[in-house]
């Protein structure tokens, strides 16, 4: 067995084991230890017939503060984040990073800005929730205007490969803990669709999944941005999705 499968195998049990034997601070979020200094944030989106969606972002320990990767799904979730992160963690949150435009990775900017968190976003976010209307962030990394651009961002490396799931979809990733956040760009295998492409491009999300399996070989921990954690097959999964909906376009 390929030894990047074996290790993120034994991670995502002890994630497991940690999520259940860790008490939550409050049911409608989930904060899942992934590794030292490491933690996954999960917030619900529930539709009118009752059925919780999920929600991924991490939060990442730098020094004695942290930042957040993505807000929770919405102000109110985003308030319970803060407060779950208070009980559990006991760290303040100084700094977020949102990934796209979308509710999922960002209605919860007024929220951080609010209790000081500085905010910051790649130059289409902003532009985009202007536009939008929604809660706009209050910092631009212009290092990522351009597509295949990256910066150093604490301890992790944010990347802007360019339109995919959205048109400002970014990847973050940390190389000490080869742990890739692909956010909504990588989808989880219980996922059978590429899910809401709308505001992005699936022939261009096609080549941007091929260069994250070439960028990113060495991932032992692969999160997308909906549903389960996995290792390096979450992006051959994601490309095998992509190519089925191409073709059923062309027919």
């Not at 032992?220 to 549903?227: A, E, L, S």
Request: hydrophobic share 40%; glycine share 8%; charged share 20%.
């Amino acid at each position: 067995m390929n030894i990047r499968v074996i290790l993120s195998s034994i991670l995502i049990i002890v994630s497991s084991f940690n999520s259940m034997a860790e008490p939550k601070s409050d049911t409608d979020i989930q904060i899942t230890k992934i590794d030292d200094g490491v933690w996954l944030h999960t917030s619900f989106y529930i539709y009118p017939n009752g059925v919780k969606f999920p929600s991924n972002g991490l939060i990442i320990k730098e020094g004695q503060s942290l930042t957040l990767i993505d807000t929770a799904w919405g102000e109110l979730q985003t308030v319970k984040l803060l407060n779950a992160i208070e009980l559990e963690i006991k760290l303040p949150v100084t700094k977020a990073v949102v990934t796209h435009a979308h509710s999922d990775r960002a209605s919860g900017i007024d929220v951080l800005e609010s209790k000081g968190v500085q905010v910051f976003a790649q130059p289409l976010t902003k532009q985009l929730t202007i536009e939008q209307g929604a809660p706009v962030p209050n910092n631009v990394i212009s290092e990522l205007k351009e597509v295949g651009s990256s910066i150093k961002f604490g301890s992790s490396e944010v990347f802007f490969p360019g339109a995919g799931h959205a048109k400002d979809n970014l990847i973050v990733w940390l190389p000490k803990k080869q742990i890739l956040f692909g956010g909504c760009a990588v989808r989880s295998t219980r996922s059978k669709s590429v899910g809401n492409i709308v505001h992005g491009d699936i022939n261009s999300w096609l080549e941007i999944t091929k260069g994250l399996k070439n960028k990113y070989k060495n991932a032992i921990i692969v999160i997308p941005g909906h549903g389960g954690i996995g290792g390096f097959e979450l992006l051959e999964h994601t490309e095998k999705l992509i190519q089925n909906k191409i073709n059923a376009n062309k027919h």
